[in-house]
């Protein structure tokens, strides 16, 4: 019986230890990056917020997605956004405006590759007490 109980537990151990994955990191923003919330309302059970993101030369917001879409506009400064193939999929400078699509399957990354800050004006769209963003991790891009 002790033999099996043995034999049972380093089998137990062997198994726990094998279902045991690297774990996969979230990549926080860069030092500096910050959020101010300018305007909030529900409506219907949705949440509507406006909010101001400065992203300081050379940071970046950490790969991520939302729970709803977002609907940018830059006041000032580039965004290079990156997809989670790696691919730069919009470079967008003062004036121009963007939209990120919702899900997991839409992470992503805004870098400010620039020299000033990045200065971003967002509409967040999300389910009501939805977190900004859902952290992910890096998909594998050197970069980050």
């Not at 300018?38 to 509507?48: E, L």
């Amino acid at each position: 019986m002790r033999a099996l109980l043995r034999t049972g537990s380093a089998g137990i151990a062997a198994l726990c230890l094998s279902l045991v994955a690297v774990p996969a990191h979230a990549t926080p923003p860069g030092p500096g990056v910050s959020g101010r919330t300018i305007a909030q309302t529900t409506v219907d059970g949705t949440d509507y917020i406006l909010r101001e993101i400065t992203i300081p030369a050379g940071q970046a917001t950490g790969w991520h997605y939302h729970d709803g879409p977002l609907y940018g506009y830059v006041k000032q400064g580039t965004l290079s956004h990156f997809d989670s193939t790696c691919a730069k999929d919009g470079l967008y400078r003062a004036g121009d405006s963007l939209t990120e699509p919702s899900g997991p399957t839409n992470v992503h990354i805004g870098r400010n590759l620039g020299t000033k800050p990045l200065v971003l004006d967002v509409l967040y769209v999300l389910p009501h007490g939805a977190p900004f963003s859902e952290d992910s991790p890096n998909p594998g891009c050197a970069f980050e």
